[in-house]
């Protein structure tokens, strides 16, 4: 099998300031094509960390993907290393990514600065892959056997994540061009609502009667749930076989906290729910602020669905806006099931939508009381039928409260809307 | 110079299906404590795998932090490579550790299940520092001079990101007890509005004036604009009037462009301003979709400032719920500065607050015209005394775009609210 190391350059990632994304992207990208990643290393701008760190992976690993250290405001370190490694006698000038920088700059209205320009300037030794979303060109460099004991590759990407990733399928079909790609095989299955020790008690079973070319992971996020992961690595024939058994088998287990068998947002299945149905939704968030219905907005072609949301922080804005009685606010606080459901009912007459969803609660880390601790949210759903309440608690940080409120509140949504279809049908 | 390596296991890390947050997290606490951190490795869940770059690690760096590869699900593949590492010869039980497990998951009303306790089981070759935050403890293993050529110590944390951050202080404290840490010293000073290659432009001067013992770095964010951080290595005495100075310099070339000189978020600093002058905020949201809402939200205490907010996703919520007039709509369309001029002014006056800000605009991929383009969103500010609106263009994918969206708002409504605290002075 094919595998690769993956290279992440820059002081920034290495202080801790910025998160490395591109790595988690690229992986995803050589999967697909059937390259196993074996390493991911991060080094920072130095010449000799980054010559050090190439060669070591091109000893190791067939592919090469290195990223960061070209912006326009960079020291160029990584050029220079490629400079070395591949040989070259000097830079040329790359006339199909000088071209890209002149349309880049000029449809921003900027003038091109020496800094741009000298981006299209590359090491004569290596390829030049444009890089159509930017103004650094990926640079592809191939060695012969006898160099690493292997064939090799190394790839140099623009360290802009969007470009990085942009870039990833013109870097496969050239990896194509000369490597023989196997297959990995992955199923996700998506559920909510079950925390991931009580999950894996629950499918302890299951599990262990997974055939052996099935490789499986837990793969828990605080706005998605638990994902599940199978994997069978080679060329499995029967591997489309041997997931929808194994999905069936699951679905016997959890039921409806399965929420998609493929790698989905529970924002995207609650929408194809409501598209397919021809409904319409609305949100009322208190504690989440807004989260919600930026998450449901955050799905292409929301617009056909998601009407609007009144974030109602202040107790006037429950009350004057959303219509919750004083009553209500007075006699039950506003952290209860009587606040939002009248927060869903209002917010649904309020907007005129199908569905809706609301949220009250304490994100922390002050406030709470001693029936609401901090990481109790009361979550309210409703329709022209009926309106539903419940609770859930968490116990984490303000913004990790906020993503596990929204998810919940997301996934109550998700049923709710799926036990009102099938009751009306 | 007290230099360390991170490592991260996890198959789920290597096949792109989870980024690591881990890394970077626990690079800022080293750094904040005087440690370098030289390389971050993620490997899978490979007993070969993970021994030989934790043995590579060791033999690099003074400190090594392993994460991941410990929860109740993992196969606990690190433990039996600590369990190699340190020259253990069996396995017991930290009852600190115990107790911690029986006590998190009573406060859930849970049972202690046997993976759950398996837990507290560490090899006795290593010494425990217990996690408050989770069922996983802290292994520390030490090596003498002869073992690596250096002593060398090895912190083995639990995967989850806030528990593995939650104990970084415990481990700090344990690496000060056996090195002695020099210094680095860090100033961040926050940017928004220009460009990373514009910025270069503009303090080109100042950035080639820098005293030598200084290192800058760009460090862009969608969220955040660009932040420029000066670094000075070793225990530069002067390093406070050196940051001072600069500082100022800086000041002086891009004025309100600067809107913190610690890391800081825009939310924080518009919602600081807010604070101090006893004013508060609402916002009218349409391609944003409640993003500025939970952002301002995001930050512990903004109910003090923050009333409410209307996501108007929907043309008849902008009309009905905020007042847009339908004139406004069918006149200039609902991507204009009429538009968000009324929608911001309709949400002040609904919740009845001091300063509220709007956004209209095509995150795409799909509409856009050619006046306003994918990318292009509207802001409105507003107060009591005057609305402002103004127009930013960003050629991004969908998410993108809604948090520089998002961004921009808030960075206007920022300069929006110090003119006006500035004129009624």
Redesign the interface.
């Known amino acids: 099998m094919t595998e690769a190391s993956i290279c992440t350059i820059g002081?920034?990632?290495?202080?801790?300031?910025?998160?490395?994304?591109n790595?988690?992207?690229?992986?995803?990208?050589?999967?697909k094509a059937g390259i196993?990643?074996?390493?991911?290393?991060?080094?920072?701008d130095e010449h000799q960390?980054i010559c050090d760190?190439l060669n070591s992976a091109l000893a190791k690993s067939d592919i090469v993907i290195v990223t960061g250290g070209l912006?326009?405001?960079k020291d160029d370190v990584t050029k220079k290393v490629i400079y070395e490694l591949s040989g070259s006698t000097g830079y040329v000038t790359d006339s199909r990514q000088l071209d890209i920088i002149h349309r880049i700059l000029a449809?921003?209205g900027?003038d091109v600065?020496g800094?741009?320009r000298q981006q299209a300037s590359v090491p004569d030794g290596c390829r030049v892959i444009p890089n159509r979303l930017g103004t650094a060109p990926v640079m592809a460099v191939t060695f012969p056997e006898e160099r690493y004991g292997h064939k090799a590759a190394l790839y140099s990407l623009p360290g802009v994540p969007?470009e990085a990733l942009g870039a990833m399928d013109d870097v496969i079909s050239d990896i194509r061009s000369s490597f023989s790609l196997s297959e990995i095989r992955?199923k996700?299955i998506m559920t909510y609502g079950i925390a991931?020790?009580?999950?894996?008690?629950r499918i302890s079973g299951w599990e262990s009667a997974l055939p052996p070319c099935v490789?499986l992971?837990?793969?828990p996020?605080p706005l998605k749930g638990v994902?599940l992961?199978m994997?069978v690595y080679g060329n499995a024939d029967n591997a489309d076989e041997i997931f929808a058994r194994e999905t069936a088998g699951l679905r016997a287990i959890l039921g409806d906290a399965i929420y998609a068998e493929e790698?989905k947002t529970l924002q995207q299945v609650t929408g194809e729910l409501l598209k397919t149905s021809g409904k319409t939704v609305s949100?009322a968030?208190s504690?989440?602020?807004?989260?919600?219905?930026?998450l449901?907005?955050?799905v292409?072609?929301?617009?056909e669905y998601?009407?609007?949301?009144?974030?109602?922080?202040?107790v006037?804005?429950k009350e004057?806006?959303l219509g919750v009685p004083e009553s209500i606010v007075s006699g039950y606080g506003v952290v209860s099931a009587e606040c939002v459901a009248a927060m869903a009912e209002g917010v649904r007459r309020?907007?005129?939508t199908d569905f809706s969803v609301a949220t009250s609660g304490i994100a922390?880390?002050?406030g709470g009381t001693e029936e609401a601790p901090v990481g109790t949210v009361w979550v309210g759903v409703s329709s022209g039928n009926r309106t539903e309440t419940m609770k859930f608690?968490f116990?984490?940080?303000?913004?990790?409260n906020?993503e596990r409120f929204a998810a919940s509140a997301l996934d109550a949504l998700r049923k709710f809307i799926i036990s009102e279809i099938n009751y009306c049908k």
Chains 1, 2 share one sequence.
């Open positions: 002081d920034e990632i290495l202080i801790g300031q910025v998160v490395d994304t790595s988690a992207g690229i992986a995803k990208e050589l999967g196993m990643v074996r390493e991911m290393v991060s080094v920072g960390a760190t912006g326009p405001t449809s921003r900027l600065l800094r741009n969007f992955h996700t991931e020790s009580a999950l894996a008690e490789r992971a837990y793969l996020d994902a992961r994997s790698e949100t968030e504690c989440t602020g807004g989260m919600i219905a930026s449901i907005a955050s292409p072609g929301a617009s998601f009407k609007g949301s009144v974030v109602s922080y202040a006037e804005v004057n806006v309020l907007t005129g922390g880390p002050g608690s116990r984490n940080d303000r913004i990790r906020m």
